[in-house]
């Protein structure tokens, strides 16, 4: 178990970096917290993982990197964004499929509305 | 006579009134003596509940420890009004509640003034089965008036209540929420009467339009006071997360925020009725699905409460049996109230169809994301999470094109194209609009998500000002002229006026307060400062102090803007002895049209240093204003006198423009 002071004290990224670190914590779930991103929480598992971001970015990672870093320790529930994956992918299509059956509902009415007149 | 018995026969006494409503608005025979029967049983049915709902809160206000809910829940140390509203701090008391406000709004449904005729009468009838519904789930599964055990050690105090819940936000959140949620069952109620008699049509849009706007003003308010208290309690700045539960407070907001413009279509046109009536059941259906999933443990959240299978389960059938049975009415008749009718896409009604549909495809994609993780779950076993990052990339340009469409909907006048005088208007407006927020979001350095927040808060307030200007007969008109023109708008209109006015303040202050916040993090002792947007806060000292039912570690921090102190902040951490639990309470001084936000922590091994988050979240206090005027806009246009019969109100008024 490491001390939150001394991850605190460890992190001395350059400001470019702090800033990449920080926008990946965002949208890394705090897995003990309800709804809340590492980037939020003051929890010690969250200060933990900021840490931990940190660590991998001071190492070069790339933010892909990081998250699968993440992913392969805590499971796929700590991206808020999900993976765009084939598993999800009635997630990520299903608002364009609505957004195009809405189209085609909005067309037909018209139509009908401009015959009808 | 025992608080038990007495809560317990009178709810019994509610299941005979709420039969005989159902069954005195449902048997097919048209006597008006009927619709009496079950106006009387609607009202006796309230007064029941009411008395039952009353007993309970006293039993709360006098911490009455014979009741098993007051034992697990109250505490006699707590200030009276949060052992008051701890009535409804819990699973069983606030399904009282729901009951409450169900019974409330079957009464007003019964005594709301109109014609007293079949669509009323069933409409009680669908009302009264909901009651007995909800009263069978409460008695049988979750009554308040369960006594405290015999055979259990005599009581010495009530078991506390979370701290968290004892807060002013979160006092009135659940009723005003309630208040929402069970006001679309009236509107259920009246769409299935009129699906049943085959009739929606105008007299259909006036007698739900009352009670729809209060119950959408009400739902606004509901979800706004939610987001403050999630703002200032749960201590990490933030107002919406796109939590399952708040999910399930926006779903029936965006059903019937489509629902009360498509029921203005159909009271000017008559058209779109069988959208309308799936839309008001697909309402009322979410708001039971909400019902369902806070009170089931299905999702996990910071609202969950009750997380009992077998309740879920009873809940699961009620809504099933609501919405699946609304649904089935529906495609057996909504295909009688087709009407293919003159429909021009360039007109009001069009902007208005426009902008349904971009509320459905939002609506389906909250339901979508909220129930993806258990779909994934249950199917493939993998967790996975869907947090803020979707909604707000699927919700964003959504609500860039509603903005749009909006905007458009306002200029454009009923049915004609209006001789092309909105086209000139709208082309300054968008064109402003777009231009306008990429000028501020290029000048402020922010994202994309900046822009189509404020490119939608302009399109919209430009929509409001020129629909303004062009009710004024502005510009031609004389001030006094213009002036007196405005007198004469109707309240309904300028309840639209102040709902879209405040939505519009509600985007600018969300885009603001959560892309241009600042954030500061830093461990710092007494003597130490850390800096934020131009402000210095220094760490000066820490107190202790003592509440009623807590004791508490304050510390205290000096605000200093160009080295003058502007403020002491004094943000603490409570700790609760009754629940033997701990909360962080942040300090929040207004900075501006903005909060200053400061919360600190003590940590292990840290000594006499802090843990301090500091925020600036700027123009929130324009999001929680604007949330108000939504809200107020809908109670005023709920109590405003309904237009004039038809036949009249399409001659040409003395407004000379369509409202």
């Known amino acids: ?117 | 006579m025992s608080v038990s018995l007495l809560g317990t026969l009178l709810l019994s006494l509610a299941i005979l009134a709420s039969l005989g409503m159902s069954v005195a608005g449902l048997v097919p025979a048209r006597s008006p003596r009927m619709t009496a029967l079950a106006g009387t049983a609607s009202m006796a049915c309230f007064l029941a509940i009411l008395g039952a709902f009353g007993i309970l809160m006293s039993a709360y206000a006098a911490t009455d420890l014979s009741l098993l809910n007051v034992y697990l829940n109250s505490h006699s140390l707590k200030p009276l009004v949060y052992k008051l509203t701890g009535t409804w701090a819990n699973h069983e008391g606030s399904l009282l509640l729901w009951l409450l406000v169900l019974a409330a709004f079957g009464a007003a449904m019964a005594f709301a003034p109109g014609k007293k005729d079949e669509e009323r009468r069933i409409a009680l009838g669908v009302q009264g089965l909901l009651t007995l519904s909800f009263l069978l789930f409460t008695l049988l599964t979750s009554s308040p008036f369960v006594s405290y055990p015999a055979n259990w050690p005599t009581p010495i105090d009530g078991q506390g209540l979370n701290p968290l819940l004892q807060d002013p936000g979160l006092a009135i959140h659940p009723p005003t929420l309630y208040v929402g949620y069970v006001g679309l069952s009236a509107v259920f109620s009246f769409t299935i009467a009129a699906l049943v008699r085959g009739e929606l049509g105008r007299a259909w849009a006036r007698t739900v339009r009352p009670f729809l706007l209060f119950a959408w003003a009400a739902l606004t308010l509901g979800i706004g006071l939610g987001a403050w208290w999630a703002y200032y309690e749960l201590g990490w700045g933030g107002f919406w997360f796109w939590d399952p539960v708040e999910n399930a407070s926006l779903m029936p907001w965006l059903a019937a925020t489509a629902l009360l413009h498509c029921v203005m279509v159909v009271e000017r046109r008559e058209v779109l009725k069988p959208w309308c009536a799936a839309l008001a059941i697909i309402a009322f259906g979410a708001s039971l699905l909400g019902a369902f999933l806070v009170r089931s443990g299905i999702v996990t959240s910071v609202h969950a409460f009750a997380n009992d299978p077998e309740r879920g389960v009873f809940l699961l059938l009620i809504s099933a049996l609501f919405t699946g049975g609304g649904f089935i009415l529906f495609a057996m008749r909504g295909g009688a109230l087709v009407k293919d009718a003159a429909f021009e896409p360039v007109s009001r009604e069009g902007a208005l169809v426009l902008n349904n549909l971009l509320f459905a495809v939002l609506l389906f994609t909250v339901f979508l994301g909220t129930f993806w993780p258990t779909v994934m779950e249950v199917s493939s076993g993998t967790r996975i999470s869907v947090g803020p990052p979707y909604y707000n990339l699927m919700a964003a340009p959504l609500a860039l094109a509603m903005a749009a469409t909006l905007a458009f909907g306002l200029l454009i006048p009923w049915k004609k194209r209006g001789r092309g005088a909105w086209k000139k208007p709208y082309a300054i407006i968008l064109g402003g609009g777009l231009l306008g927020a990429l000028v501020l979001t290029f000048v402020l350095k922010g994202s994309a998500y900046a822009y189509m927040g404020f490119a939608a808060a302009i399109l919209i307030l430009g929509g409001v000002i020129a629909d303004l200007a062009r009710k004024a007969g502005l510009p031609g008109n004389a001030p006094g002229a213009a002036l007196q023109r405005l007198g004469s708008v109707r309240p309904a209109s300028w309840g639209a006026v102040l709902s879209h006015t405040g939505l519009a303040l509600l985007l600018l202050g969300a885009t603001a307060s959560s892309v241009f916040q600042a954030e500061t993090r830093a461990v710092i002792g007494p003597g130490e400062s850390l800096s934020i947007r131009g402000l210095t806060i220094e760490y000066e000292t820490r107190l202790a102090t003592r509440g009623r039912n807590y004791i508490a570690e304050m510390d205290r921090f000096k605000v200093r803007k160009d080295g003058r102190a502007i403020e002491t902040l004094y943000p603490s951490r409570r700790y609760y002895p009754a629940a033997d639990q701990a909360t962080t309470e942040v300090a929040i001084v207004r900075h501006g049209l903005g909060n200053l936000y400061l919360a600190s922590a003590n940590g292990q091994g840290l000594g006499d240093k802090r843990i301090v988050r500091a925020y600036v979240h700027p123009l929130i206090h324009v999001l929680w204003g604007g949330t108000i005027l939504v809200a107020l806009g809908g109670f005023v246009a709920a109590f405003a006198p309904l237009r004039r019969e038809p036949s009249r109100a399409q001659a040409p008024g003395a407004q000379g423009a369509p409202a």
Do not use: H
């Open chain 1, 1 to 117: 178990m490491i001390l939150p002071a001394l991850l605190f004290l460890a992190a001395s990224l350059a400001p470019q970096e702090q800033a990449r670190a920080d926008a990946i914590a965002e949208d890394i779930r705090c897995l003990v917290c309800q709804n809340q991103s590492v980037a939020e929480s003051e929890a010690e598992l969250a200060k933990v993982m900021r840490a931990l971001i940190e660590e991998r970015v001071a190492a070069g990672d790339s933010d892909d990197e990081v998250r699968r870093y993440l992913t392969d320790r805590y499971g796929q529930e700590v991206l808020l964004r999900p993976a765009v994956s084939a598993g999800n992918a009635l997630l990520w299509a299903g608002p364009i499929i609505a957004l195009c059956a809405a189209a085609l509902w909005a067309f037909s009415l018209f139509r009908r509305g401009a015959k009808a007149r």
